[in-house]
């Protein structure tokens, strides 16, 4: 059997940050490690622009703003929704989600998925560290991989 894959060295792609201010001491951390992994594999940091919406809600349609520029090879969605005592978190969660994903699909460009959805601050604390676990270098390292394989379809 045959594979094909994307490996994580780029070079000469544009990638956007699009990242949602709400819980900020979270996202911080996701736009730092998303930014440290795509130097880390090779992209320059003029190659990365980094773009604030108000929260999650609104990443999908800076997404699509930004997916029609045509300037980027791949777009990072970072963000962080805690659960909390209402139905709120689903909705947002939710929505989220749906959006990024047709985004993706009708721009034809890597989008990857790094918005937090959690039930409690020290989960996010825990998946926006400077550890392993840090899912903006996670979500960083997939549009490399994406853009890469979808070089060789």
């Known amino acids: 059997m045959k594979t094909i894959e994307g490996d994580l060295t780029i070079r000469n792609k544009k990638f956007a940050l699009v990242a949602g201010r709400f819980n900020s001491f979270v996202v911080e951390h996701l736009i730092n490690g998303a930014k440290e992994a ?3 594999h ?3 940091e003029t190659d990365i622009e980094l773009f604030y919406v ?3 809600f609104e990443i999908p349609l800076a997404l699509k703003k930004t997916a029609r520029t045509g300037k980027y090879d791949a777009i ?3 963000g962080a929704v805690i659960r909390g005592g ?3 978190f689903e909705y947002v969660a939710g ?3 749906k959006g990024i ?3 993706s699909l009708d721009s034809e460009i890597p989008i990857a998925f790094g918005v937090l959805t959690v039930d409690t601050v020290e989960q996010a604390i825990e998946r926006s560290g400077a550890n392993s676990e840090n899912k903006g270098a996670e979500a960083a390292e997939s549009v490399i991989r994406m853009i890469n394989l979808l070089e060789k379809l």
């Open 38 to 40: 795509l130097l880390k």
């Open 54 to 56: 108000p929260g999650a």
């Open 101 to 103: 994903s047709q985004v």
């Open 42 to 44: 090779g992209a320059d």
């Open 76 to 78: 990072v969605a970072l």
């Open 95 to 97: 929505e989220c989600v």
């Open 86 to 88: 209402t139905p709120h």
